[in-house]
């Protein structure tokens, strides 16, 4: 079975940092790349990055890619995400993705939630001000 359990969430004071891990099981990182969305109360899941089993790495938003640090670890089939200088608007929860493919997708008309074929529970976190 394919199962994807994301950790390390929690509760952070505003310019501190927070390191998501999510594991994988059922499959290997060979044949997926691995996705961070995140959803606010109220709003749309957003896609955070991604990366590919050699290290290619997608930031879907430029202004994210400043603070935030998408890594892997192939030998635990773990993907990392390293949250730096958290805002309070960085407050969701942060859901870890894997989708088929050797690349990561780029979404063309359609939201990138969409491109992705396993989804985690999610991992709150939470910045205060």
């Known amino acids: 079975e394919v199962q994807l359990v994301e950790s390390g969430g929690g509760l952070v004071q505003a310019g501190g940092s927070l390191r998501l891990s999510c594991a994988a099981s059922g499959f290997t990182f060979g044949s997926y790349v691995m996705g961070w969305f995140r959803q606010a109360p109220g709003k749309e899941r957003e896609a955070v990055s991604c990366?590919?089993?050699?290290?290619?790495?997608?930031y879907y938003s430029f202004y994210m890619k400043a603070r935030f640090t998408i890594s892997n670890d192939n030998a635990e089939n773990t993907v990392y995400l390293q949250m730096d200088s958290l805002k309070p608007e960085d407050t969701a929860v942060y859901y870890c993705?894997?989708?088929?493919?050797?690349?990561?997708?780029?979404?063309?008309?359609?939201?990138?939630?969409?491109?992705?074929?396993?989804w985690g529970q999610g991992s709150q976190v939470t910045v205060s001000s």
């Open positions: 990366i590919t089993s050699s290290g290619a790495t997608t």
């Open positions: 993705a894997a989708a088929t493919g050797s690349w990561c997708p780029i979404p063309r008309g359609q939201s990138a939630s969409l491109l992705y074929d396993y």
